[in-house]
């Protein structure tokens, strides 16, 4: 599941790599200098939001959430954590347990790591918990849900559209939509799985913005438009859009009609081939 550089009548650009891990919610990529890790939609603090909001009560898997990702690091060795936005769960801020799971979480990470945070629509005042927390000490940059570029990959979180220098770069990352797959077997059981989306963005639903005017490959012919990679959930208990399931509504406002040829893939890295016919 590499993406292609894109290419122009005037040449050809450099690859840019965004690699997932094999069998992880979770992709590398190279940012200019850097290397990065990439995560989306970790919901901290998702069970204490269970129990107020639907009266479920669901024991927290904070520890097992951190651990996972503290051996991601590991595995990868980053010099940069990028989470596409829903950090958090709760809309404004953090309280109770889901502060002291971001704390914890924090003060886990290696000194040297910088940590780049979407803002997504469950993240509410992060940047100010982020700026008084006496327990976060990690070089941490919250950037608006319309999302920024590093390096050749534009990061957004999904729920709104995503700002001019994201789309312009090889390729974009976002989350927010939580995609999974409904998959059948021949005796009628069915089970789902989390899942990538990619193809490349469709410039229909992006053309008639004025934000977007002058954005080369959506005025040029010659030139393709950039990678889309939709990267499924890291918290494995929040669901999401099951995307080869007819009447189901996807959440972000350009999709699914700005992804063009996408695909679904599973965590293992199995190709299923177009998302809606799976």
Same mark, same amino acid.
């Given at each position: 599941?590499?993406?292609?550089?894109?290419?122009?009548?005037?040449?050809?650009?450099?690859?840019?790599?965004?690699?997932?891990?094999?069998?992880?919610?979770?992709?590398?990529?190279?940012?200019?200098?850097?290397?990065?890790?990439?995560?989306?939609?970790?919901?901290?603090?998702?069970?204490? /939001?269970? =129990?107020?909001?639907?009266?479920?009560?669901?024991?927290? =898997?904070?520890? $097992? =959430?951190?651990?996972?990702?503290? &051996?991601?690091?590991? %595995?990868?060795?980053?010099?940069?954590?990028?989470?596409?936005?829903?950090?958090?769960?709760?809309?404004?801020?953090?309280?109770?347990?889901?502060?002291?799971?971001?704390?914890?979480?924090?003060?886990?990470?290696?000194?040297?790591?910088?940590?780049?945070?979407?803002?997504?629509?469950?993240?509410? %005042?992060?940047?100010?918990?982020?700026?008084?927390?006496?327990?976060?000490?990690?070089?941490?940059?919250?950037?608006?849900?319309?999302?920024?570029?590093?390096?050749?990959? !534009?990061? #957004?979180? /999904?729920?709104?559209?995503?700002?001019?220098? &994201?789309?312009?770069?090889?390729?974009? #990352?976002? /989350?927010?939509?939580?995609? #999974?797959?409904?998959?059948?077997?021949?005796?009628?059981?069915? =089970?789902?799985?989390?899942?990538?989306?990619?193809?490349?963005?469709?410039?229909?639903?992006?053309?008639?913005?004025?934000?977007?005017?002058?954005?080369?490959?959506?005025?040029?012919?010659?030139?393709?438009?950039?990678?889309?990679?939709?990267?499924?959930?890291?918290?494995?208990?929040?669901? !999401?859009?099951?995307?080869?399931?007819?009447?189901?509504?996807?959440?972000?406002?350009?999709?699914?009609?700005?992804?063009? $040829?996408?695909?679904?893939?599973?965590?293992?890295?199995?190709?299923?081939?177009?998302?809606?016919?799976?």
């Amino acid at each position: 599941m590499r993406d292609d550089p894109r290419r122009t009548a005037a040449g050809s650009a450099s690859p840019t790599r965004v690699e997932p891990v094999p069998g992880e919610p979770a992709a590398t990529a190279a940012l200019g200098s850097e290397r990065a890790l990439l995560v989306a939609d970790y919901h901290a603090g998702y069970e204490s /939001g269970l =129990r107020y909001e639907r009266g479920v009560d669901v024991p927290s =898997r904070a520890p $097992d =959430r951190r651990e996972r990702l503290a &051996a991601l690091l590991e %595995r990868t060795d980053p010099d940069r954590l990028v989470v596409l936005g829903d950090l958090m769960h709760s809309i404004g801020d953090p309280g109770g347990a889901e502060r002291g799971e971001l704390e914890v979480l924090f003060e886990s990470f290696a000194s040297d790591l910088a940590v780049t945070v979407v803002k997504g629509n469950h993240d509410g %005042r992060i940047e100010t918990w982020l700026a008084e927390s006496g327990a976060v000490e990690a070089t941490v940059d919250v950037v608006p849900g319309g999302g920024v570029a590093l390096g050749d990959v !534009g990061i #957004c979180h /999904g729920h709104t559209w995503p700002s001019r220098a &994201a789309l312009e770069t090889d390729v974009l #990352c976002l /989350g927010h939509e939580h995609p #999974c797959v409904r998959l059948e077997d021949a005796v009628g059981g069915s =089970r789902i799985e989390r899942a990538w989306l990619r193809g490349r963005l469709d410039p229909a639903p992006f053309r008639d913005r004025p934000e977007y005017e002058g954005v080369s490959w959506l005025e040029r012919a010659d030139e393709s438009p950039p990678a889309a990679i939709v990267v499924p959930a890291f918290n494995d208990l929040v669901g !999401g859009t099951w995307s080869n399931v007819s009447g189901q509504s996807f959440l972000s406002p350009f999709l699914p009609s700005g992804l063009a $040829d996408g695909e679904a893939y599973l965590l293992d890295g199995t190709r299923l081939g177009p998302y809606e016919f799976v």
